[in-house]
């Protein structure tokens, strides 16, 4: 069959309301004689994914910077509102693809205070959730770190960091079966208990990672190319990072005290000890790049802390019994009135929020929204980098640490 | 705390709301808030559509509320038969710790050509710049005054709006069958 292209109306008559688009379009044809336009990305690694942003640069200044981002779109709420909630947990693991524990423990969170069967969890489950959690925080931090290091140019610390993971990777592949994508935590309970000797091997992870953290630091933290590339660069003062909705480490590293688990306490992190990192300005400003770094490798010795206190009490007043069963909560069908609520937990990112619009007489959503924290990290991009060096701009991007899953999911 | 409860959770809850209402009342008088939705755990106030940019930037800027965070912007579809959308603001405050959530409903007949219109609060909070894009994307929902109101994860070209109740999916792409 021919095409007959010109006989197909263009998009433009077709669609109204594209005026923001001809003026974009209309900004990018009337650049100066000395601008230029340079893609970096979708296929640029330090863009950690499909990201990609257009600059426009006067020689090595970036003037201005144009996020284009939806290249890994994979229509989570539309997904969402087509299944029940049991069946939306995996999509939810493919969001923040680092962190899948952390997502699913949001989103099941939800729908457990909708059903009012929140406070009836045992506490076994309870600490098995936020063990695997912080696990999986330390994995995602991990990650933000070492790829940090490549993309300032430094490669061991990248190799080191991924050694490390791997062992995190290996115990949560154990416990549910799946690498990275791990579908564990259930609305009501998980999906099996933890697999017997995953506390031993996980207190002997523990004592095999604390001397490692150190070591790190040595190479990285108090390295002076590193901090010669990062300190003073891209500070992003506290008024900015709220009004701009930043949230987790970003937000912390500009000086303000605002962890979910906190705030919120949910789960049993209230009966958990751990502190909250904030950026200081050891090295610089509050806030620079050099913060948000220190403040995620801060953040992963807290989480250290809250895995011992979990193991701790999985191995004493909360050891496994034979009749234990952590599906024993889990409803065969979720049955909500109609209602809408926001939950809200504190992912390695930031605040990852779900927002459930039910309906009656059906186990299917009418509408669940996602708030990630990458896509509000990420559109403050445009605001911290302009005048910047096109390699400033690189040491900005890895810092705020985004995933793309979770920007456009 | 062992004795943190949703129950309490929702007193406290309804506690700002009256509040907010109290304080709205004063300052823009009855027309500003029109209903108290209290559904579930998060009872939300319904706010009139022209006074919404006005009533955020107050609740931002008094000492008593001060919501300074804009957690999430979420546009809902109610429905074909209900004829109408909701874009629903859930605000937080870092100094207070508070939550509240606001809504406005607007009546629409769903075609492309006229799409539901609400102002842009994009001047209160920058948070709202990308959310009412992605609104705007993915719901069809039309903020005025919004400085940079395009499409943000689809494609510039899409037609339609893929999370509308009524979303047909295209047969052609520029001509090209795709089905």
């Given at each position: 069959m021919a095409l007959q292209l010109s006989d197909t109306p263009s998009y433009q008559e077709v669609q109204p309301y594209q005026g923001a688009q001809r003026a974009y379009e209309a900004r990018l044809a009337a650049i100066g004689a000395e601008e230029m336009i340079i893609n970096m990305g979708?296929?640029?690694?330090?863009?950690?994914?499909?990201l990609r942003l257009q600059l426009v640069t006067d020689g090595e200044i970036v003037k201005e910077v144009i996020p284009h981002v939806?290249?890994?779109?994979?229509c989570f709420e539309k997904h969402a509102e087509s299944m029940n909630y049991g069946k939306t947990i995996p999509f939810t693991d493919r969001m923040d693809y680092l962190a899948s524990m952390n997502n699913s423990h949001a989103f099941v969170m939800g729908v457990e205070r909708m059903l009012g069967i929140d406070q009836k969890i045992p506490k076994r489950v309870e600490y098995i959730r936020v063990l695997v959690c912080e696990l999986n925080r330390i994995a995602s931090h991990l990650i933000a770190i070492g790829t940090y290091g490549i993309d300032i140019g430094a490669f061991t610390p990248f190799m080191w960091c991924f050694r490390d993971r791997e062992h995190i990777m290996n115990m949560l592949e154990w416990a549910?079966?799946?690498?990275?994508?791990?579908?564990?935590?259930?609305?009501?309970?998980?999906?099996?208990?933890?697999?017997?000797g995953f506390e031993e091997r996980c207190g002997e992870f523990i004592r095999y990672f604390k001397p490692k953290l150190p070591e790190l630091d040595e190479l990285l933290t108090a390295n002076q190319i590193f901090i010669s590339r990062t300190?003073?660069?891209?500070t992003l003062p506290a008024d900015v990072a709220i009004n701009y909705g930043c949230s987790g480490p970003t937000l912390r590293a500009s000086g303000v005290k605002w962890d979910l688990r906190r705030?919120?306490?949910?789960?049993v992190y209230p009966e958990l000890a751990f502190d909250i990192p904030i950026g200081k300005?050891?090295?610089?400003?509050?806030?620079d790049c050099w913060d948000r770094f220190k403040v995620r490798v801060e953040e992963i010795k807290e989480s250290v802390r809250i895995i011992e206190q979990c193991l701790e009490r999985l191995e004493g007043p909360l050891k496994r019994t034979a009749?234990?069963?952590?599906?024993?909560?889990?409803?065969k069908k979720v049955n909500l009135k109609a209602q809408d609520y926001y939950v809200r937990a504190e992912n390695p990112k930031g605040e990852l929020g779900f927002y459930f619009v039910t309906q009656e007489?059906?186990?299917?959503?009418k509408r669940v929204k996602a708030r990630g924290p990458s896509f509000n990290n990420l559109s403050v991009l445009p605001e911290l980098s302009k005048g910047v060096l096109i390699a400033d701009l690189v040491a900005i991007l890895g810092s705020i640490d985004i995933v793309l899953g979770e920007v456009d999911r | 705390m062992e004795n943190h409860t949703i129950g309490s959770l929702t007193t406290t809850q309804m506690g700002i709301i009256i509040r907010v209402q109290e304080l709205l009342a004063a300052e823009f008088?009855?027309?500003?808030?029109?209903a108290v939705e209290e559904l579930g755990l998060q009872p939300a106030l319904v706010i009139h559509r022209e006074k919404l940019a006005a009533v955020c930037l107050f609740l931002r800027d008094h000492e008593e509320t001060y919501?300074?965070?804009?957690?999430c912007i979420s546009a809902v579809d109610n429905g074909v038969e209900s004829g109408s959308f909701s874009v629903v603001y859930h605000l937080a405050s870092i100094p207070h710790q508070h939550q509240l959530t606001l809504k406005v409903i607007v009546e629409n007949d769903r075609h492309l050509d006229n799409l539901p219109v609400v102002p842009t609060v994009s001047g209160v909070w920058r948070t709202a710049d990308w959310h009412e894009r992605e609104a705007f994307d993915l719901m069809g929902i039309y903020f005025e005054g919004h400085p940079d109101l395009r499409r943000i994860?689809?494609?510039?070209?899409?037609?339609?709006?893929?999370?509308?109740?009524d979303y047909q999916e295209a047969e052609t792409y520029h001509g090209i069958a795709i089905k």
């Open positions: 979708p296929q640029h690694p330090s863009t950690h994914g499909v939806g290249y890994l779109h994979r549910s079966g799946s690498r990275m994508l791990y579908n564990y935590i259930w609305v009501g309970g998980l999906f099996y208990d933890l697999p017997v300190a003073n660069i891209g705030v919120d306490e949910y789960s300005g050891e090295m610089g400003c509050v806030g009749d234990f069963d952590p599906r024993a909560l889990v409803p007489k059906t186990d299917i959503p | 008088g009855d027309q500003a808030v029109t919501f300074d965070f804009l957690s994860l689809l494609p510039e070209d899409w037609e339609g709006y893929p999370l509308r109740k």
